[in-house]
T-cell receptor, first 114, second 114 residues
Framework: AQSVTQLGSHVSVSEGALVLLRCNYS??????LFWYVQYPNQGLQLLLK??????LVKGINGFEAEFKKSETSFHLTKPSAHMSDAAEYFC????????????FGKGTRLSVIA | DSGVTQTPKHLITATGQRVTLRCSPR?????VYWYQQSLDQGLQFLIQ???????AKGNILERFSAQQFPDLHSELNLSSLELGDSALYFC?????????????FGEGSRLTVL
């Protein structure tokens, strides 16, 4: 079975500071990995995804994530936080084939302080 | 706008009652997924349909049922409601069975059971 663990249910950063949201995965096969963002009162939208191509994945809004197999990690980063980045972020995993739905982490709430 | 439509957006009902949540997937998407989001459990996968047939089942209670109709819209039926069923219910769709698992989410239906 696959799973993801997001370290830190709440992360707070200053505007302009580095954003680092941590995600570790567990999978018996090379997985596909995703980061989704949920703004208040909205559904989830895809930030970026890793599908076994380049290990450094660039997404929308200046976010990127690096797949590190040796560390079973897929941490999300952004060099400079903006107030509009305040949201809930979810890491998710799925196998690369078959029909297994995405398994989500519990989420990390990002607060950006002016 | 993800293209996935969910109704109603908000629903307040009493314990013991039954409700139906409706989802229209993106045009052309054959797979529909239902997720439950609560503060303590996070995002939990409930059930998936593909082109009218059940494909995968997650942590769905026996009091809950779902179906996908020939026009591909889906309904999630929740019966004998309990206080603990209060949550945000998301529908998501994607165009293919298997593949990279990217999902497109609706804005959710917030259920409050009093």
């Amino acid at each position: 079975a696959q799973s993801v663990t997001q370290l830190g249910s709440h992360v707070s950063v200053s505007e302009g500071a580095l954003v680092l949201l941590r995600c570790n995965y567990s999978s018996s096969v090379p997985p596909y990995l995703f980061w989704y963002v949920q703004y208040p009162n909205q559904g989830l939208q895809l930030l970026l995804k890793y599908t076994s191509a380049a290990t450094l994945v660039k997404g929308i809004n200046g976010f990127e994530a690096e797949f590190k197999k040796s560390e079973t990690s897929f941490h999300l980063t952004k060099p400079s936080a903006h107030m509009s980045d305040a949201a809930e972020y979810f890491c998710a995993v799925s196998p690369p084939s078959g029909n297994t739905p995405l398994v989500f982490g519990k989420g990390t709430r990002l607060s950006v302080i002016a | 706008d993800s293209g996935v439509t969910q109704t109603p957006k908000h629903l307040i009902t009493a314990t013991g009652q039954r409700v139906t949540l409706r989802c229209s997937p993106r045009s052309g998407d054959l797979s529909v997924y239902w997720y439950q989001q609560s503060l303590d459990q996070g995002l939990q996968f409930l059930i998936q349909y593909y082109n009218g047939e059940e494909r995968a089942k997650g942590n769905i209670l026996e009091r809950f049922s779902a179906q996908q109709f020939p026009d591909l819209h889906s309904e999630l039926n929740l019966s004998s409601l309990e206080l603990g069923d209060s949550a945000l219910y998301f529908c998501a769709s994607n165009p293919v069975v298997g593949g990279p698992g990217e999902l497109f989410f609706g804005e959710g239906s917030r259920l409050t059971v009093l």
